[in-house]
């Protein structure tokens, strides 16, 4: 798949589009990538597969720091958290630098709900 600089540009701001949740954008993380991916999905392949990359990573997030809270009442969701925000983090940053070089990118531990349509 041929992919233009301009869609790798773009890409790799969906990818830090994740971390918007940081600066004060409640469930920023999902929304803005989400908005972004709506927007311009239909135009590329590429935008279409790494924005439902990008989504499944910030829904797996979600889902982590949902269950770490939960287990914060047992003073093991303290520990769960931080790894989890710095898994965030470090994850989102290599994803949008690799992105940027050219390079594909998988989120580990990423459950992939939103597929590609049949």
């Avoid at 590429?46 to 910030?58: C, K, S, T």
């Avoid at 690799?98 to 998988?106: D, P, S």
Wanted: glycine share 6%; charged share 15%; aromatic share 14%.
């Amino acid at each position: 798949m041929e992919v233009t600089e301009r869609e790798r540009t773009y890409v790799t701001w969906m990818h830090l589009a994740g971390l918007s949740s940081y600066i004060g954008i409640p469930l920023g993380h999902v929304l803005v990538p989400l908005v972004m991916w709506i927007m311009k999905h239909r135009e590329s392949a590429y935008i279409d597969q790494q924005g439902r990359e990008v989504l499944n990573f910030q829904l797996s997030i979600t889902f982590y720091l949902i269950f770490s809270y939960i287990l914060i009442f047992i003073l093991i969701g303290f520990i769960f958290v931080g790894l989890v925000v710095g898994l965030h983090i470090i994850a989102t940053i290599m994803a949008a630098v690799k992105i940027y070089h050219g390079q594909n990118f998988r989120y580990p531990v990423t459950f992939r709900v939103i597929r590609p349509a049949t």
